[in-house]
Nanobody
Framework: QVQLVESGGGLVQAGGSLRLSCKLS????????VGWGRQTPGKQREMIAT???????NYADSVKGRFTVSRDGAWNTVYLQMNSLKPEDTGVYSC?????WGQGTQVTVSS
C-alpha cells in the first residue's frame, strides 16, 4: 500500500508560479518512478511529468520548459515547480506511483 498526499495548489495569475509537493509513505521503496498527472476540465487526466529514482525526468510537451519535477534524496517527497503558468494549466494535479493516485490539489490560473 502506498499513500500520496499533495499540497501547494491555489489561485495564481497567469505568468505566476506555484510549487506543488507530493508526500509519499507506505511501501514506496519498491517503485522506481513517481509521476504528476493533471485533470483539466473536459479532458482526461494526462501524465505531465515523471521522475525516476535515479533522477531521470520526462515532461509532456504542454509543460516542457515551464515545469520542473524534483525529489528529495530520501524519496519521501516529490515536487513540481510550475512557472509561467497559463489559464489552460488550470486543473487538479495528482501524483502517482504505479496503481496509486493521491487525492490531488487544485490549481487555478486566472487570466
Amino acid at each position: 500500500q502506498v499513500q500520496l498526499v499533495e499540497s501547494g495548489g491555489g489561485l495564481v495569475q497567469a505568468g505566476g508560479s506555484l510549487r506543488l509537493s507530493c508526500k509519499l509513505s507506505g511501501r514506496v521503496s519498491g517503485f522506481n518512478a513517481v509521476g504528476w498527472g493533471r485533470q483539466t476540465p473536459g479532458k482526461q487526466r494526462e501524465m505531465i511529468a515523471t521522475i525516476t529514482r535515479d533522477g531521470t525526468t520526462n515532461y509532456a510537451d504542454s509543460v516542457k520548459g515551464r515545469f520542473t519535477v524534483s525529489r528529495d534524496g530520501a524519496w519521501n517527497t516529490v515536487y513540481l515547480q510550475m512557472n509561467s503558468l497559463k489559464p489552460e494549466d488550470t486543473g487538479v494535479y495528482s501524483c502517482n506511483v504505479a496503481f496509486w493516485w493521491g487525492q490531488g490539489t487544485q490549481v487555478t490560473v486566472s487570466s
